[in-house]
């Protein structure tokens, strides 16, 4: 069974950097759209960025100017980097890919467990 492994989370001061990264276990066939995705105490969880297979990016306006997003195709890993941070973007950061295991199979959609990232003072 593959798995989306998230990494690169933890605790930071306001203003500080943290880069998330996220690949899968094991073999897959392909991998078409990534993101990154947060979800904050009780809040809804919401988008945070994504990436096609050709590298065109899509940011929530609260994330524009301060987060990159991008990929690796032959690693099939993306990365989230992220500056200047502030304390609204503490959150579980969870990693999504739409992927087949298989050139036959069907493209469907993974998540991640999830990376805690806070900043705070």
């Known amino acids: 069974q593959v798995q989306l492994v998230e990494s690169g989370g933890g605790s930071v001061q306001p203003g500080g950097s943290l880069r998330l990264s996220c690949a899968p276990t094991?073999?897959?066939?392909?991998?078409?759209?990534m993101g990154w995705y947060r979800q904050a105490p009780g809040k809804q969880r919401e988008l945070v960025a994504s990436?096609?297979?050709?590298?065109?990016?899509d940011y929530a306006d609260a994330v524009k100017g301060r987060f990159t997003l991008s990929r690796d195709n032959a690693e099939n890993t993306v990365y989230l980097q992220m500056n200047s941070l502030i304390p609204e973007d503490t959150a579980v950061y969870y990693c999504?890919?739409?992927?087949?295991?298989?050139?036959?199979?069907?493209?469907?959609?993974?998540w991640g467990q999830g990376t805690q990232v806070t900043v705070s003072s």
């Open positions: 990436i096609t297979r050709g590298g065109l990016t």
């Open positions: 094991g073999r897959v066939a392909s991998i078409n759209g």
């Open positions: 999504n890919a739409d992927l087949r295991l298989w050139d036959w199979d069907i493209f469907r959609t993974y």
